[in-house]
């Protein structure tokens, strides 16, 4: 099965702190796009930002970025200068080649405290 | 509209019954997807139309799922004979053709079978 495994069922920080949480995924394929979306209470789910495979540069979204090592199959997000509108559910996911269809990890519970 | 719309945002009904949820996607989007989020886990894909038809209903678990999208814009999720483990958070989501899988999700339909 080509899952998507996010280790950190919850995490909390202090605000303004760095953190980074952690997305493994299982797939031969040479081409496909990772992804990281938030889902605050309200239930909508907000693309943070995106990775294309064959891109060796790590993508970056003002405070947020990711580290990409394809050969690891890691592919991590890295907040900064956390703020507390930054709590929410966040979730991996990755879009398998010539396909539409996400295929989403358990997703990591973040708390930023004030 | 100016994101995706779906209604109800709650529904609670008895096991059995037929129930039918409501995607508006946004206007001009071709792409429209239907996931299922159980309590506690990431969003799990159940169609994909591009426009009119069914592109890819791999993930519909079985035959009391159907989903409809007559004329290329709003779709229906329609369940027959609703189980308990039916519920679940219904989101809907669209894209426009051919976009690098950044899809614009609703606040989902809340489903209890009682």
């Known amino acids: 099965a080509q899952t998507v495994t996010q280790s950190q069922p919850e995490m909390s920080v202090q605000e303004a702190e760095t953190v980074t949480l952690s997305c493994t995924y299982d797939?031969?394929?040479?081409?496909?796009?990772l992804f990281w979306y938030k889902q605050p209470p309200s239930r909508q789910m907000i693309l943070v930002i995106r990775?294309?495979?064959?891109?060796?540069q790590n993508a970056t979204e003002n405070r947020f970025s990711v580290n990409f090592q394809k050969a690891a199959k890691s592919f991590s997000l890295k907040i900064s200068d956390s703020q507390l509108g930054d709590t929410a559910m966040y979730f991996c996911?990755?879009?398998?080649?010539?396909?539409?269809?996400?295929?989403f990890g358990q997703g990591t519970r973040l708390t930023i405290n004030p | 509209g100016a994101g995706v719309s779906q209604t109800p945002s709650n529904k609670v009904t008895e096991k059995g019954k037929y129930v039918e949820l409501r995607c508006d996607p946004i206007?001009?989007?071709?792409?429209l997807y239907w996931y299922r989020q159980s309590l506690g886990q990431g969003p799990e894909f159940l169609i994909y139309?591009?426009?009119?038809?069914?592109?890819?209903d791999s993930g519909l678990p079985n035959d009391r799922f159907f989903a409809v999208r007559p004329e290329g814009s709003v779709s229906t999720l329609k369940i027959q004979r609703t189980e308990r483990g039916d519920s679940a958070v219904y989101l809907c989501?669209?894209?426009?053709?051919?976009?690098?899988?950044?899809?614009?999700f609703g606040e989902g339909s809340r489903l209890t079978v009682l």
């Open positions: 206007s001009g989007h071709t792409a």
């Open positions: 996911a990755r879009r398998p080649q010539g396909a539409q269809k996400l295929v």
């Open positions: 797939t031969s394929e040479s081409n496909y796009y």
């Open positions: 139309f591009q426009g009119t038809g069914a592109a890819d």
């Open positions: 989501a669209s894209s426009l053709q051919g976009s690098a899988g950044e899809l614009f």
């Open positions: 990775q294309e495979a064959y891109k060796q």
